[in-house]
């Protein structure tokens, strides 16, 4: 068994389950108006994020997967989520993906099924009580960073197709989209608040080592996704100052792990992972257009 929350932190983590599954069933793609106005326009300017965003949703399937090998013997809250979580994910994955075929691209290449190495490795490390905390921590921390991104990321291309007089996909397909995702933030924050509450300090000490070695931005397994979700940033503005990008994905994290550093306020690890997505996307010129 994983070890317990203290019973204030576990009742929260119900509560924010049972009210998210109440307030956002998965989005039905009937209430989804694909009218855009402009497709070539739209396409041109924010075509590569719908991609990039569809793929990365749709692996939540992936992401589940790797969690009952790297887990397993979660917590039933954490079971609960996840349920709730996927069917959530999965929609925005197809909404996103449907939206960029219409829009003439090729469909999202989404990697469903393929577990590392490293996590058989932990997921057999797993089954000594102790070392699974130690992985639900590290995930908890990644869904963290990941949902924080996707609430920034979507609240940013909101904001873009607003501006660009795309009203059906702002109002129907992302404005839809990004209303599920704080939702999904809480959910970790409140794991990782509770969880780092009950960890003993070798545990917290092979928490702090393994998330520097591991850490990575979302959906950004290999050099390639690097180097893409650097052009995402670029597009969404954020490649410009992504230090105050990565300050706001990992505020939390700083807090928890990094508290006794004063003045870190960036753990380095993450600020140094979104400069080098940033200086790939520029080095690889597929958009050169957007890091002029
Ligand atoms: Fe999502
Ligand atoms: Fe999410």
Redesign the pocket.
């Known amino acids: 068994m994983s070890r317990a929350y203290a019973p204030a932190a576990a009742r929260r983590l119900t509560d924010h389950v049972a009210k998210l599954a109440d307030d956002h069933p998965p989005i039905d793609l009937d209430s989804v108006d694909f009218t855009v106005r402009r497709p070539d326009e739209f396409e041109a300017r924010f075509g590569h994020v719908l991609d990039y ?1 569809a793929r ?2 749709l692996e ?1 399937d992936r992401n589940v997967l790797e969690l009952t090998t790297m887990l397993p013997d979660p917590p039933q809250i954490d079971r609960d989520f996840y349920t709730v979580w996927q069917r ?2 999965i929609q ?2 197809l909404i996103l993906d449907r939206l960029q075929v219409e829009l003439g691209r090729e469909p999202a290449d989404a990697d469903l099924d393929s577990i590392g190495a490293k996590l058989k490795v932990l997921g057999a490390l797993s089954h000594l009580t102790p070392f699974q905390d130690v992985c639900r921590m590290l995930y908890y921390l990644t869904g963290m960073a990941t ?1 924080r991104s ?1 609430v920034l990321a ?1 609240n940013l291309l909101h904001r873009g197709t607003v501006e660009m007089g795309e009203t059906a996909v702002a109002d129907t397909v992302i404005g839809q ?1 990004k209303r ?2 704080p939702g ?1 933030y809480a959910f970790y924050q409140f794991s990782a608040r509770g969880l780092w509450a009950e960890l003993a300090p070798w545990q917290r000490w092979l928490v702090r080592l393994m998330r520097r070695i591991s850490f990575a931005p979302v959906g950004a397994n290999n050099e390639v996704q690097k180097a893409d979700f650097g052009d995402v940033m670029a597009t969404l503005g954020i490649a410009e100052d992504s230090d105050d990008f990565a300050d706001q994905i990992s505020r939390v994290e700083a807090e928890l792990l990094w508290a006794r550093r004063r003045g870190l306020k960036v753990p380095d690890y993450v600020a140094r992972a979104f400069r080098e997505a940033v200086e790939l996307a520029r080095d690889r010129a597929h958009l050169p257009h957007l890091h002029r």
């Open positions: 965003m990365v949703e939540v959530q994910e925005h994955g949902e996707a979507y989209i599920q995702e999904h």
